[in-house]
């Protein structure tokens, strides 16, 4: 390896041993102020995050491979509309503030816990169980992200970095549970934002990129083999459409996303959870630019490299065209975003395991915080494993985050939001809503191939609030009583 190598590689690995470090702090620290932690203080922080911590907490878990390499991939087929998948996340996030509150007061963990209160067991377990595969396909994406990175510094094998980027994931959120993941996401904030913006703008003015004006005069002149324009610099490139089918996606995915919603119900008040929200919205959509830039100095100033899309720009550019010390601190930025939502996903699978599966069917609702947190690490290590599988067998980070996305909210997404706010819905019409818009978003993704650009949580999300309000009104109109509804906790 060569000295800029060796210096990047240290500075990742001190960061990764400084993220346990955290976990192993904050872990001893609990276990002073209490003589036994409970499972909620395990994997809910003890619902005692303020504004500051939940926002970080939320961009963290959000702003992971699909948001760093993922994006930087992509510019290469959109141009520097690649970040709308950012910037859109931005706008589900202070779209969703609105009624982030309510996770808070619905006295419940997880969104099958939710959805199960309303129309029961059926639509409980179906929930549970989309959920569930859904997070051990979006830790698979961060482990992908993770393992290209330490695969272009070192040299060593993908495969080889899989392994390693697993462990260090596992073993640092089995430590201290949520809480000591919510501490580390502040570190890691910092590094994602302002590391990589800093970063960025000390690799423009390589004389190989030559500062941003001469970037984009190159950016403005790339044409493809054929002769077309590229329009690597077009923020439109991406279309409407697809733009749009993110911000429906975000807007479906965050209410009915385990990660997510655990975060806003460790919130300490649901005021807390709306300024979180909003701060986090904010943050996304100018923090979108930055990976989007560093991946167009690679498909721009890297010879011979806008031939084909490339899995590793973000890395390779940094490589080309960071110092040693400055290529070290942007890649442990995007190691800090990987490993914060490959930790996020681990907790929210096993809250829901513990909660949703472990707890009501097989201890019969009886309730052990010791025999709960044992689950619980054994559960994160399960879905660890299960994610190196998928990392292992696919590539693209942005198709496997959106199929995860469909499959896991296309279908509850009309049925919790109807749980919460609509009084005449009926049992029957939440369980064939999931079922349907689940179905529908399967059939728009592997069927049909996601035409249009459009994400399969638009038709898959239509056809679950028309069955929801067809079934019930049709089943009202004969007699059938509607589902009763959530008690939410008062402020």
């Known amino acids: 390896m060569s000295q800029k190598q060796i210096t990047a590689l240290i500075i990742i690995f001190l960061y990764m041993i400084a993220t346990i470090a955290i976990g192993l702090i904050v872990s001893k620290m609990k276990s002073k102020k ?38 930087a991939t992509n510019v290469f087929q959109y141009g520097l509309s690649a970040s709308w998948y950012v910037i859109a996340g931005g706008i589900g996030f202070i779209l969703v503030s609105f009624i982030a509150p309510y996770f808070r007061r619905a006295a419940a963990s997880t969104v099958p816990q939710i959805i199960g209160k309303r129309y029961g067991k059926p639509s409980h377990m179906v929930t549970a169980f989309t959920s569930i595969a859904a997070l051990f396909m979006a830790t698979g994406a961060q482990i992908i992200a993770t393992a290209s990175i330490i695969n272009v510094v070192t040299g060593i094998s ?3 970095a899989a392994v390693i980027t697993t ?3 596992i073993l640092y959120t089995m430590v201290g549970g949520f809480a000591s993941v919510a501490a580390a996401n502040m570190m890691h904030v910092l590094f994602i934002t302002i590391g990589m913006a800093v970063a960025m ?9 030559g500062g941003f004006s001469a970037l984009f005069a190159k950016a403005a002149a790339m044409k493809t083999a054929t002769g077309a324009d590229m329009n690597m610099l077009s923020m439109t490139k991406i279309g409407v459409p697809t733009v749009i089918g993110y911000i429906v996606m975000y807007c479906m995915t965050f209410p009915t996303g385990q990660e997510i919603v655990q975060t806003f119900c460790s919130a300490k008040d649901g005021k807390s959870a709306k300024i979180g929200s909003v701060l986090t919205g904010i943050l996304s959509a100018v923090y979108a630019i930055v990976p989007a830039m560093i991946g167009l100095m690679a498909y721009i100033c890297i010879d011979g490299y806008a031939v084909s899309q490339q899995k590793n720009a973000l890395a390779d550019a940094t490589m080309q065209f960071a110092p040693s010390i400055i290529a070290g601190i942007i890649l442990a930025a995007v190691v800090a975003a990987t490993m914060s939502s490959a930790s996020g996903n681990m907790i929210g699978t096993a809250t829901m395991f513990t909660n949703d599966v472990y707890r009501p069917y097989i201890r019969g609702g009886v309730h052990d915080d010791k025999k709960e947190i044992l689950v619980s690490r054994v559960v994160m290590t399960i879905v660890g494993l299960v994610g190196l599988g998928v990392a292992l067998t696919a590539s693209n980070i942005i198709s496997v985050m959106m199929s995860a996305f469909a499959l896991r909210s296309a279908g509850p997404f009309a049925a919790f939001i109807g749980g919460l706010f609509c009084k005449n819905v009926t049992k029957d019409a939440g369980f064939l809503s999931i079922l349907s818009g689940t179905a529908v978003a399967a059939y728009w993704t592997y069927a049909l191939k996601s035409p249009f650009g459009l994400s399969a949580m638009v038709p898959g999300g239509i056809v679950a609030f028309a069955v929801l309000f067809i079934v019930s009104k049709y089943q009202i109109s004969r007699g059938v009583e509607a589902a009763a509804p959530i008690e939410l906790d008062k402020e």
Do not use: C, Y
């Open 34 to 71: 209490k003589a036994s932690q409970s499972n909620e203080d395990f994997l809910m922080a003890g619902k005692s995050l303020g504004p500051l911590s939940l926002a970080g907490t939320l961009f963290a878990a959000n702003t992971g491979g699909a948001s760093t390499t993922g994006i």
């Open 158 to 160: 993908f495969q080889t």
């Open 167 to 169: 462990a260090v994931v």
């Open 201 to 209: 703008f000390i690799m423009a003015e390589n004389p190989a990129v």
